[in-house]
C-alpha cells in the first residue's frame, strides 16, 4: 500500500451521551471495574453538560450527560437513548489527519484547535462517520494531564477492582439497508482503512433473519471497524430492531480484549452483567469443530463462553444483552489466542440467541 495518510496509534477513547452519566459512571466502576481518573461539569465551567472519565488498563471511556432541557446531548439523547456519540482516535497530527480525510471528503465537525492548560496542550479535531456519530483526532503527545485540558483529576472513593479489560479489540457500526458499501468505502477512500473481510447473508443468517457485515481496518491494524447492513429475512433482523430503536445508524457493539476470559467474565456475572445464552448443545460438539484449546470446557459451558478457530489460531467470546433499555448498544468480551477473525463459526448460535430475546421484546 502506499504511504499511510492516516497513521493511528490506537483508540484514544469512546464517549457515551446517555441520561445520567453519575449514575452510568457508577455502572462502568461498579461492574465493569474502569477507575474514575477525571470529570468535567459546571464545576469546571461547563455550563450544559458534565463528564465522568473512566479508565481500565488502555480503554478510556467518558460518559456525558446534559443538565440542561436544550443541548445537543440532551437531543442525541432524545433520539438514540444511550449510546456512543465519539469514537476517537490517537493520532500524532490532529491537524493534519484532518485536512487528509477532509479533502478526501470527509464532513468536518471540529476544525483542528489547540486547547492547553497547566499540563500542555493537545490538539483535536472532528468529522463525521455513520449516523451522527463522530470521529475525533486527539494529538496528545505534548500533554500530561489527567485526559484533556478542561478536565480535572477526579477520583472516586469507591474501592474498584479491575476486571483484566485491556483494550478496544474492535467497534461495530450497524447501518441502513444499502448503506454498508457506502461506508466501507468511505473508510477505504476517506480514512485510508483496507477491508479485511467480508460476510454475506448465507454467512450470516439463521431460519428467520440475516445481516450482511464487512470489516475494515486502519493500516497498523490497531482500528477494526466492522460495518453491518440488515438483509433481507422472513422476520426482522436483529439490526432492523437496532436501527428502529437507535434511530438510525450508530455503534451496535465495542468489543474488549482480556487476557483471561473466564476471570473477567466470572467477574462481570457476579457484578450482575447479563450475557446471551446459547443451548447447552452448544458444548457437545466443540471439540470436534474447535480442535484442542487450552481452556477445559467446563468453566466455558459454565459461563456459557463461545470459541471459534481459524487459520491462525482461535479466540473466545462472548456477548452481553444490550446495556440500555434500549435494544441498541452491548459489550463483546473476547480473547484471542492467535485468530484475527470475529468469530463467524458461532454467528448462528449467537444470532439465534438475539432472536430468542428480540422474540421475548416482541420484536422479531
Ligand atoms: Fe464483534
Redesign the pocket.
Known amino acids: 500500500m502506499d504511504q499511510d495518510f492516516l497513521p493511528i496509534n490506537g483508540t484514544d477513547y469512546l464517549e457515551f451521551y446517555v441520561g445520567n452519566a453519575k449514575q452510568s459512571a457508577m455502572y462502568y466502576q461498579t461492574a465493569f471495574g474502569y477507575e474514575l481518573v477525571a470529570y468535567a461539569g459546571p464545576e469546571t465551567g461547563l455550563r450544559d453538560r458534565a463528564s465522568y472519565v473512566l479508565k481500565q488498563d488502555k480503554i478510556r471511556l467518558v460518559l456525558t450527560s446534559s443538565i440542561v432541557q436544550d443541548s445537543p446531548v440532551s437531543d442525541h439523547v432524545k433520539k438514540h437513548g444511550d449510546g456512543v456519540k465519539v469514537l476517537a482516535l490517537w493520532v500524532d497530527d490532529a491537524k493534519k489527519s484532518f485536512e487528509e480525510t477532509t479533502s478526501r471528503g470527509a464532513i468536518a465537525v471540529e476544525e483542528p484547535r489547540t486547547i492547553k492548560d497547566e499540563h500542555g496542550e493537545v490538539v483535536v479535531s472532528a468529522i463525521q462517520t455513520y449516523g451522527e456519530t463522530i470521529h475525533r483526532f486527539v494529538e496528545r503527545k505534548n500533554y500530561n494531564g489527567a485526559f484533556l485540558p478542561g478536565y480535572i483529576k477526579k477520583e472516586s472513593e469507591l474501592e474498584v477492582k479491575p476486571i483484566g479489560l485491556k483494550y478496544v479489540?474492535?467497534c461495530?457500526g450497524n447501518v441502513g439497508w444499502g448503506e454498508m458499501n457506502k461506508w466501507v468505502e468511505f473508510y477505504e477512500k476517506v480514512m485510508g482503512f483496507s477491508l479485511l473481510i467480508t460476510f454475506d447473508d448465507k454467512d450470516i443468517s439463521t431460519d428467520y433473519t440475516a445481516l450482511m457485515s464487512k470489516v475494515v481496518s486502519n493500516g497498523n491494524g490497531y482500528i477494526k471497524f466492522?460495518i453491518n447492513e440488515p438483509a433481507e429475512g422472513k422476520k426482522k433482523s436483529q439490526i432492523e430492531e437496532y436501527l428502529d430503536f437507535y434511530n438510525g445508524a450508530g455503534v451496535q457493539?465495542i468489543?474488549i480484549a482480556t487476557d483471561d476470559i473466564i476471570h473477567t467474565v466470572s467477574e462481570l456475572r457476579k457484578r450482575g452483567v447479563d450475557f446471551l445464552r446459547v443451548p447447552e448443545t452448544y458444548y457437545e460438539d466443540l471439540t470436534d469443530r474447535v480442535g484442542e484449546i487450552e481452556e477445559d470446557i467446563k468453566p466455558l459451558k459454565d459461563l456459557n463462553i463461545l470459541v471459534d478457530r481459524d487459520e491462525e489460531g482461535y479466540l473466545l467470546?462472548i456477548f452481553t444483552k444490550p446495556v440500555q433499555d434500549r435494544p441498541t448498544l452491548f459489550y463483546?468480551i473476547?480473547q484471542r489466542k492467535g485468530a484475527k477473525s470475529?468469530?463467524k463459526g458461532n454467528f448462528k448460535a449467537l444470532f439465534e440467541a438475539i432472536e430468542r430475546e428480540q422474540e421475548l421484546r416482541g420484536n422479531l
Open positions: 479489540d474492535h461495530v466492522p457493539h468489543a467470546q463483546e473476547i470475529f468469530g
